[in-house]
Nanobody, 121 residues
């Protein structure tokens, strides 16, 4: 059984920091690119950051560049999102996504249940 579970969300003041964590079980983690998405109320889900299966390459939405850092630990099957200088517009439910990129995992795509991040002024 595949499980993707996020944690680390919460309430933080503007300018503060949070570190989100995501653990994936039931998959060979190193065969998956990992991403963080977010969805604010009334808005579509948007991609925040992606990291390749080996952790060698990362990509960020313009809104996250310079403030957020995605990283992974394949030995622990975990991916992280360090968020600094948080703004009210970062308020959203943050979702972890695992997308199969290895030939043995192509076509598989898994989501977590989300973790709420609320930034207050």
């Amino acid at each position: 059984q595949v499980r993707v579970v996020e944690s680390g969300g919460g309430l933080v003041q503007t300018g503060g920091s949070l570190r989100l964590s995501c653990v994936a079980s039931g998959i060979t983690f190193s065969r998956y690119a990992m991403s963080w998405y977010r969805q604010a109320p009334g808005k579509e889900r948007e991609l925040v950051a992606t990291i390749t299966s080996d952790g060698g390459t990362t990509n960020y939405a313009d809104s996250a560049k310079g403030r957020f850092t995605i990283s992974r630990d394949n030995a622990k099957s975990m991916v992280y999102l360090q968020m600094n200088s948080l703004k009210s517009e970062d308020t959203a439910v943050y979702y972890c996504n695992a997308r199969g990129v290895h030939i043995l995992a192509k076509g598989y795509n898994y989501w977590g249940q989300g973790t709420q991040v609320t930034v207050s002024s």
